[in-house]
């Protein structure tokens, strides 16, 4: 690669998830010798929940089995509109129901949210550099919505050995203007670049980003730095 380029390889070949696996020990399985010092390796939240065991039975047979999940997985309920709420999670998160989702899991059962995505990206990074000796860092992503913006983008929910933002204040410009405002989300860039490669339905749950910028890998946190205080929040 040049100097400046990121390239995104899908982790094809993992088995399907189960309660109790441990993640480092099929993604190192799946990726053999491939992974180098500097990765990011993306993995998708719904096998680290599986992973994870935060699965939760439901009605096959009832389209709405789950709303009693969603209920007790919010802290708050900012918005109902017919099917759909739109929550708080106990991490801060605000997205559809909160986070409880049927998709790639098998009949009768729903996935939540990691109780804690930046341990269990830590977890994940720590294996990883115990079985290949590579220093590489790991981000947990999740397709969420966005208000005022149709569609659909992959984000961060934890992160480990990368930063979750870059803040670029007081940085110049390219006409040397003084940046007053600039905070990148890396974190949710390099989960959305991920998904380009991974998709909704391909089964690919794990991808490589290569190339990224040095400066950006250091110890990072979605919760600390991407989660907006409530004393910032212009719309709640």
Known sequence: MTAGEVRVVPVRGLPEVRPGDVLADLIAGACGD????????????????KAEGRLVAVDPDDPRSHKPVVEAEAVRVLRRRG??????????????????????????????????????????????????????????????????????????????????????RGTPDDRGRELAVTEVAVADELAAAADLVMGKASRVPVAIVRGVDAAWLREGSVQAEIVRPPAEDLFR
């Open 34 to 49: 491939d992974l180098a010092d500097g990765d990011v390796v993306v993995v998708t939240q719904k096998v680290v929940s």
């Open 83 to 168: 099917e759909l709420l739109i929550t708080e999670t106990a991490h801060g998160f605000v997205c559809a129901n909160a986070g409880v989702d049927r998709s790639n899991v098998d009949d009768g059962w729903v996935a939540l949210l990691p109780r804690d995505p930046d341990r269990s990206a830590r977890r994940i990074r720590d294996g990883l550099r115990a079985r290949t000796g590579r220093q590489v860092a790991v981000v947990v992503s999740d397709t969420f919505g966005r208000a005022w913006r149709r569609g659909v983008t992959d984000v961060a929910l934890g992160v480990a050995g990368v930063a979750a933002v870059v803040d670029l």
